[in-house]
């Protein structure tokens, strides 16, 4: 009998305050639910992929996305903040966020 193929993916995953990358070797055809699964990292930190989204390389995918050699899968954290009123108070303060203004 012939033994699927493995492949290796990494699973990405960040709090406030602190970075998880974790690299893993999965069967070849396996989806982004079983590697994630297969990582520990939804259990470990009580992930709900109901809230958290899920992406491949910053590109959100379904949980049934198939993986290929050298991905990175990344599980996002929910906003805290609605970036576009972040924007318009730090205007209304003069101030801009991660860009300098432009000398004249």
Do not use: C, W
Not at 22 to 49: A, F, Y
Not at 76 to 94: C, H, S, W
């Amino acid at each position: 009998m012939e033994t699927a193929k493995k492949i290796r993916v990494e699973v990405a995953y960040a709090e406030s305050e602190r970075q998880y990358l974790l690299e893993l070797t999965v069967p070849s055809g396996s989806d982004v639910n079983h590697v994630l699964n297969q990582s520990g990292i939804v259990e470990r930190h009580r992930l709900d992929l109901d809230v958290n989204s899920v992406g491949i390389f910053g590109r959100v995918v379904q949980l049934e996305q198939l993986v290929a050699e050298g991905d990175r899968v990344e599980v996002y954290r929910p906003l805290t903040a609605d970036p576009k009123e972040i924007r318009r108070e730090l205007a209304a303060q003069g101030k801009t966020k991660g860009r300098a203004k432009p000398d004249r």
